[in-house]
């Protein structure tokens, strides 16, 4: 979900309104607190393993850099300002941030499947 809002932010979606933005941030936050739960549970399963992993902290570190990157672009989201009949119009920092965001998911991802291969 946050990918959708990141390439609304990029540009790939003009035209959407942005209190459908704003909804959908609270959906994301949602479902970041249950994937966080869950990788809480699934690290105590072999916690020793994954606490000595390089790819695991990689991973962890690009989690954390994407939370504090979406929380900034949803404070930019929800500020309301720069909008126009209620369309989106974005600053260069917001596009910014939006594509450190996805880079930061798309590491997140690559870096878990590499978490089951790595020794």
Sequence with gaps: MLAVIDLCVLGLGPGI???ALRTVMRIVWTGMLLAAMSGVLLFIADG?????SFIFRFK??????????ACALSRRVSAGGGHAGGVMHVSMRSRML?????????????????VAYAS
């Design 17 to 19: 309104p942005v209190r």
């Design 48 to 52: 020793a393993r994954y606490y000595y």
């Design 60 to 69: 962890l570190a690009s989690i954390l850099l994407g939370v504090w990157l």
């Design 98 to 114: 939006a594509a450190c965001s996805l880079l930061c998911w798309l590491s997140a991802i690559a870096a878990g499947r590499l």
